[in-house]
């Protein structure tokens, strides 16, 4: 109970694979602001070589936890679970670039619930503001939260802050690539459309939100997946 | 403690590249020069202190050393996850300069007051706090820590002691005990000029050393200049058996206006009442 976030993690697995497997270069950062997503970013770090494999999750001596920690998982930059943090860090990484003159850029997926926090927009302004063109924000667009606050027009609000704004298949490896093969002047937002618990279809039932299945459960999960 | 803050500030720009000041729309003006010598490393951030303190945090990450200055209140208060989450928790280095502690801004009301950023900075593990009660103790103290990779908070006052100290014993006596942090202290030593009572004054709000309280008494009157009994968990963790009596401002919101002075006369902070309030606790 409350050990994780399966059908977040699902939401944004192509996102983070895209951004691994051929987005992200050595001068790159990656921050994942939606930190309950982290699932996500586990398998692929796994995958990528970056953490060893087996890892346990959860245990007291885990270095796999609920959110991640910058202090325990390697590739990890930002200990991120509290909404709204990873995007203004991810904006003070790419003006530090700027000060100290150096290239890449500083990719971050916040979640469309995240977007309620003000810090969101507060670093939106900052990051037009200062024309920082080396930061990608990609909004993982999953409607989960529009029981509580309808975004709408999300791709518009970022636009209306200055960023170059475009709306993108969440789950298209080649849309998310060709969204972020762009380089305007000013700060980018990909949103991307997506689809809650992804490729699972009883987790888009908000009841799975930090839910973890059971054995019987399990099965036909990977079943369904595979 | 201002023009000094610019000073030390301005000086360690210049013998460290790494420093990133940001400016939460004040002391722009004051800084005029550091932005002038270094406009990639100075910013005026604006009104939106959440953001400014994780975008700190994002600039340390990257190998910077910032320095944040706006009014106490909306740094502590309003950003206090920010500070707890991206600085403490990711131990992380940053400097954060705050003015407006307690009713500094007393004809500003209570909005603007903050006596409480002391006690909520002290749930933080790692952060630091520094109560300068002159500016060469705020530029010491900056100097000493700013690059040292943990966070630290420096709150600067509108009110200064004539001398400059260093923490630890500043005079003996046998009744008992006065702790004075940062710019009660002068207060302090006029109230007790004739008292048989010794007096240890503290900059470092967040670190108490037991060796101080070791031989003298064990009647503690706690004089600070933010919430009263905001150091007594730590100095009777530091003392064990001990009485302790707080004299600071009281917890409740101070809805007059008015002038700093008349505000401490409100709070019973002045030397006369700090003198009575002693007298009455320690027997003298």
Known sequence: ??????????????????????????????????????????????????????????????????????????GVLASTGSLGHGLPMAVGMALAKKIKGESGRVY???????????????????????KLDNLFVIADYNHSTD??????????KFSSFGFSAACVSGHSHLDIYNALDYRPARPVAVVAVTVKGFGCA????????????????????????? | MRAQLVKTVLETMKNDERVVLLLGDIGVYGFREAFKQFPK????????????????????????????????????ERALEQLKVDFGYQGLGGNFISIGGSYDYSQLGCTHHCP??????????????????HSREFDAAFKTVYANGKPTYFRLSERSNADCHMNGILRAGTQGTVVVFGPMLDRVLEACVDLNVAVIYHTWAAEFNPAWLQNVSKKIVVVEPFYEGTMSYD???????????????????????????????ACGLTADNIRARIKEHINV
């Not at chain 1, 029981?147 to 518009?156: F, G, I, P």
């Not at chain 1, 009883?202 to 595979?226: D, K, T």
């Not at chain 2, 951030?45 to 909306?74: D, K, R, Y």
Request: glycine share 10%.
């Open chain 1, 1 to 74: 109970m409350g050990g994780g976030h399966i059908p977040s993690a699902l939401s944004i697995l192509d996102i983070v694979w895209a951004l691994y497997d051929k987005v992200l270069q050595a001068e790159d950062r990656f921050i994942l602001s939606k930190g309950h997503g982290c699932l996500a970013l586990y398998a692929v770090l796994e995958k990528k070589g970056i953490i060893s494999p087996g890892q346990s999750y959860g245990k007291k001596d885990s270095i796999l936890g609920g959110h991640p920690d910058r202090n325990k998982v390697p």
């Open chain 1, 108 to 130: 971050c997926l916040v979640g469309d619930g995240e977007c309620n926090e003000g810090s969101i927009w507060e670093s939106c302004l900052l990051a037009a503001h200062h």
């Open chain 1, 147 to 156: 029981r509580a606050v309808n975004l709408e027009l999300l791709t518009e």
């Open chain 1, 202 to 226: 009883r987790m888009a039932l908000p009841e799975w939100h930090h839910r973890h299945p059971n054995e019987a459960e399990l099965a036909e999960i990977l079943q369904e997946l595979s």
């Open chain 2, 41 to 76: 490393r100075v910013y005026n951030i604006g009104i939106l202190e959440q953001a400014s303190i994780s975008l700190a945090a994002g600039l340390a990450i990257e190998g910077m050393i910032p320095v944040f200055h706006t009014i106490a209140p909306f740094m502590v």
């Open chain 2, 116 to 133: 409480g950023d002391v006690q909520a900075l002290k749930t933080i593990p790692g952060m630091r706090v520094a109560v300068p009660g």
């Open chain 2, 235 to 265: 100095i009777q963790k530091a003392v064990g058996q001990a009485e302790i009596h707080s004299i600071g401002v009281p917890r409740k919101f101070l809805t007059s206006y008015g002038t700093i002075e008349e505000q401490d006369e």
